[in-house]
C-alpha cells in the first residue's frame, strides 16, 4: 500500500527561525510531489510541486527538495512568521493513476 | 466564482439522516475530486471525476456514499443514513487537468457533524 510518512508529528518554533519538516513515501511509480499547507478550518494551498526530475524548488520563504532515490523530500521555511502556524502535509501521486496519497501532516506552532 | 465553493460550510445531522454536500469547482476546471478529512488526519481519497464520468469511486466507504456531477460542473456528495463515524470535513478540489498532475485548488470544506 502506498504510504507518505511526515516527521516531526508537531513542532513549534519561535517566530524568526528556521525549521525543516520531513516526508518519506513509498508511493510507486512516482508522478510527483506536492506540499500543501492548511490552515485551521481551511482547505489545503499549494505550495509547491515537483516532479521526478526536480530536485528543489522554492516558492517565496519555503523551498521544497525532493530525492526520488531516496523517496525523501523536505520543506524549509526560512525566518518563520506568525502566519505559517499551520499544518504542513505532503502529497505523493503515482503515475498514471488519479488519486494521491496524502500524509498526515505536521503541525506547525510559530511563537511570537 | 474565482475559486471552489463548497456548502454547507457546516451540517450537523442525527443518525439515520441523509445529507447532500454539494461542491462548486472553479469554471473549466476538468478533474473533481472528493475528499475526507478526519480530525488530526490527513485528507483521505473519496472519488474523482474527469468532466461528467466518475473514473474512480475507490475511496467511497460505504455504498452510502454516493456522488455525482451529472453536467460536468456542479458536484453533489450524498450520504444515506448517516452514521457517527461519517463525522469529518468532506473536501472538495478541482483541477484544471485530468488525472492527478495539474495543481489541485480546494474548498473550504463542509464539516459535517453526526449526533
Known amino acids: 500500500k502506498n504510504q507518505v510518512e511526515q516527521s516531526p508529528q508537531s513542532l513549534i518554533i519561535l517566530e524568526g527561525k528556521n525549521c525543516t519538516l520531513q516526508?518519506?513515501?513509498?508511493?510507486?511509480?512516482?508522478?510527483?510531489l506536492r506540499w500543501y499547507k492548511q490552515d485551521t478550518g481551511r482547505g489545503p494551498v499549494s505550495l509547491t510541486i515537483m516532479t521526478f526530475s526536480e530536485n528543489t524548488k522554492s516558492n517565496g520563504r519555503y523551498t521544497a527538495t525532493l530525492d526520488a532515490d531516496t523517496k525523501q523530500s523536505s520543506l524549509h521555511i526560512t525566518a518563520s512568521q506568525l502566519s505559517d502556524s499551520a499544518s504542513y502535509i505532503c502529497v505523493v501521486s503515482e503515475r498514471g493513476y488519479s488519486t494521491l496519497t496524502f500524509g498526515k501532516g505536521t503541525m506547525l506552532l510559530v511563537s511570537p | 466564482g474565482a475559486g471552489v465553493s463548497q456548502s454547507p460550510r457546516y451540517k450537523v445531522a442525527k443518525r439515520g439522516q441523509d445529507v447532500a454536500l454539494r461542491c462548486d469547482p472553479i469554471?473549466?476546471?476538468?478533474?473533481l475530486f472528493w475528499y475526507q478529512q478526519a480530525l488530526g488526519q490527513g485528507p483521505e481519497f473519496l472519488t474523482y471525476f474527469q468532466n461528467e464520468a466518475q473514473l474512480d469511486k475507490s475511496g467511497l466507504p460505504s455504498d452510502r456514499f454516493f456522488a455525482e456531477r451529472p453536467e460536468g460542473s456542479v458536484s453533489t456528495l450524498k450520504i444515506q443514513r448517516t452514521q457517527q463515524e461519517d463525522s469529518a470535513v468532506y473536501l472538495c478540489?478541482?483541477?484544471?487537468?485530468?488525472?492527478?498532475?495539474?495543481?489541485?485548488?480546494f474548498g473550504e470544506g463542509s464539516r459535517l457533524t453526526v449526533l
Open positions: 516526508c518519506n513515501y513509498t508511493v510507486s511509480p512516482f508522478s510527483n
Open positions: 478540489a478541482s483541477s484544471p487537468r485530468g488525472g492527478s498532475y495539474g495543481e489541485l485548488f
Open positions: 469554471s473549466g476546471h476538468v478533474s
